[in-house]
């Protein structure tokens, strides 16, 4: 019960953004538990928490349901797809940035056609860092939305993939820069 009351009192500490020592002490109060009952109540929190009519609260609780990717996902997943506010959708896609699973990756290439436009630029922008070709054709057909902010986070979602994977050829595949030799 503690790690949920710090939980809520961390969301609601103000309207800047979750610190270190705040994230440090969540994770310590949340992980105590060898039984690992502490962590599932902290995300159910923290997912009602995205619903918080207070803006800072909502935002401050996707900061730090990103702590949690392995046990948030499931249910940032459902609050993607089912929420009927616009606004607890993308703040549950802006959490799933960090999730990698492919239920997490499935949903925010579903969210790109959210009719909502923050959706959409949520949807992209999270899927950025997610190297695999479904995605990047997703992002690719984003570019061509109706609405600015959707085409820059696709934009931006496609430079910060094509960064990742020249990142990860090894330095002996890579091309050589203009004026060099092989």
Sequence with gaps: ?????????????????????ER???LAVSYAEPSGFVVPRVVRA???????????????AVSLLMLFPSESHRPLVRALRASS????????????????QEAA?????AALKDPAPRVRAAAAAS?????????????????????????????????NLATLRTAAIPTTQRAPQPGTAW
């Design 1 to 21: 019960e503690a790690a949920v009351e710090l939980t809520r009192a961390l969301a609601a500490a103000g309207p800047g953004p979750v610190d270190l020592q």
């Design 24 to 26: 440090s002490a969540l």
């Design 46 to 60: 923290l997912i009602a928490l995205l619903a918080d009519e207070d803006a800072p609260v909502a935002e401050r």
């Design 85 to 100: 506010r616009p606004d607890v959708r993308r703040r549950a896609a802006q959490a799933l940035s960090v999730c990698r």
């Design 105 to 109: 990756v499935t949903a925010l290439v």
């Design 127 to 159: 899927l950025g860092g997610v190297c695999d070709s479904a995605t990047a054709i997703a992002l690719q057909a984003a570019r061509g939305d109706l609405d600015e902010r959707v085409q820059e986070a696709a934009r931006s979602a496609l430079d």
